[in-house]
């Protein structure tokens, strides 16, 4: 009974030792998942910088060609103009009757072309102007592109900084103790198998020996040694506790590192796969840790199924060899008084029901002897304490009482 105590105590010990390094586990892949993120959101940030520096670019030269578009059709305006010109000196030669009106048409005509040129100087101008404004010079591109270069240059250095290797270790470590932990959780298993059918065994026995004094003080000593199980169960809780306040403080030293990582906007896709790829292999090793722990578990109400089998059937076994056993001394005592009735008949059949009954006691005696010495044996096998000279004496006390109750 000590022994599956302390075995239950351990592997649900285990057990939460599991969980809580499951936990720690989906932790740190939230960690990665957020600077993932993290990165990610930077690199759209620089991509839509680099579309909005092209977009204006492109603006630059829409408004640029519109501007020259503009220009040409001035220039038609001005040929056609002056086609018209010269067809009104035609005119004015042809009709020099109507030289001054012609001349003010001339000099109203020779203002607009002048106003035009103005017009076309002043476009030309704002031309130069919106051209000066709008482009980017040669030197802002090339400092823009020195920083760009530099900027990579230190990611890339803050990338192949970042070292997993202890990290791999950890996980190893991690890994090699979870397998251990779970070949003591086999074993731990037998063992409360065993220590389960036995304790069904030492039940039986207990309620045919009826054991009073010594079975309550070993159940004194039981539960003095449940109290001290306790004690060394809340020591072991308070290690835990301990531990579990030192994975914390390596966590925000893990987590600290992260935020520096993150500070220095190390952002490469290559990085962001290989992480998502880590990211993957972990939550594979939980969900199979989980798919573990739960066959563990539907294991266990299958062997406690098994077992509450084995004790219904060994109650309906023991209630029959009890039924077997009553029907034997209801024969008995009825031959006992045919054999009653019939003494005053013979005295021959009287001799001759007395050596019967003689003979008869004699094999129950040895039948009872080796049943007793059957029972001595078994309980010598599977008692999970050691039998001493006390239980000998009340085995054999036990079976000349059964013989005499028999006999009466």
């Known amino acids: 009974m000590d022994n599956f105590l302390n075995n239950f105590a351990a592997f649900n010990a285990e057990v939460e030792r599991d969980q809580f390094a499951l936990e720690e586990a989906r932790r740190n892949n939230e960690i990665l998942r957020n600077e993932i993120s993290e990165m990610k959101v930077e690199i759209a940030r620089h991509q839509n910088e680099e579309t909005e520096t092209k977009k204006k670019i492109d603006m630059t030269a829409f408004h640029s060609n519109e501007i020259g578009q503009t220009v040409t059709k001035i220039l038609s305006d ?4 002056a086609s018209k010109v010269e067809e009104i000196e035609k005119e004015s030669i042809r009709q020099k009757k109507m030289e001054p009106e012609v001349r003010s048409k001339l000099a109203d005509i020779r203002q607009k072309i002048s106003n035009i040129e103005l017009i076309d100087k002043d476009l030309h101008e704002e031309i130069k102007n919106i051209s000066q404004i709008k482009q980017i010079k040669p030197e802002i591109l090339s400092d823009m592109k020195s920083r760009k270069s530099h900027i990579f240059k230190e990611l890339s250095s803050s990338a192949d900084a970042f070292d997993l290797t202890e990290l791999v270790s950890e996980i190893i470590t991690i890994d090699e103790k979870r397998r251990t932990k779970f070949q003591l959780q086999q074993e ?20 045919k020996l009826d054991v009073i004094s010594d079975r309550r003080v070993r159940i004194q000593r039981e539960k003095d040694e449940v109290i001290a199980l306790n004690a060394h169960l809340l020591s072991r809780l308070k290690e835990a506790k301990d531990i579990s306040s030192t994975l914390k403080s390596q966590l925000q030293a893990l987590e600290v590192r992260l935020l520096e990582i993150q500070s220095s906007n190390s952002a490469k896709e290559k990085r962001i796969a290989e992480l998502t790829e880590m990211c993957d292999l972990k939550r594979n090793i939980l969900i199979e840790r989980q798919q573990r722990l739960s066959d563990l578990r539907v294991q266990l109400l299958q062997e406690k199924e098994s077992l509450e089998r ?9 209630q029959r060899i009890k039924d077997d056993h009553e029907l034997r001394m209801r024969e008995i005592q009825s031959r006992k008084d045919e054999y009653s009735k019939t003494v005053h008949e013979a005295d021959c059949e009287m001799a001759k ?18 049943l007793a010495e059957k029972q001595a044996s078994i309980y010598l096998l599977f008692h999970p304490y050691k039998v001493t000279e006390e239980d000998h004496i009340f085995i054999r006390k036990n079976s000349e009482y059964d013989k005499k109750k028999r006999i009466v």
């Open 188 to 207: 731990n298993i037998e063992q409360f198998d065993t220590i389960s059918r036995i304790d069904k065994i030492n039940e039986s026995f207990r309620e």
């Open 310 to 318: 084995m004790r219904s059937d060994m109650e309906s076994e023991k």
């Open 78 to 81: 001005l040929k056609t103009l």
């Open 353 to 370: 029901f007395e050596a019967l009954r003689i003979e008869g006691d004699a094999k129950k005696q040895a039948a009872e002897k080796d």
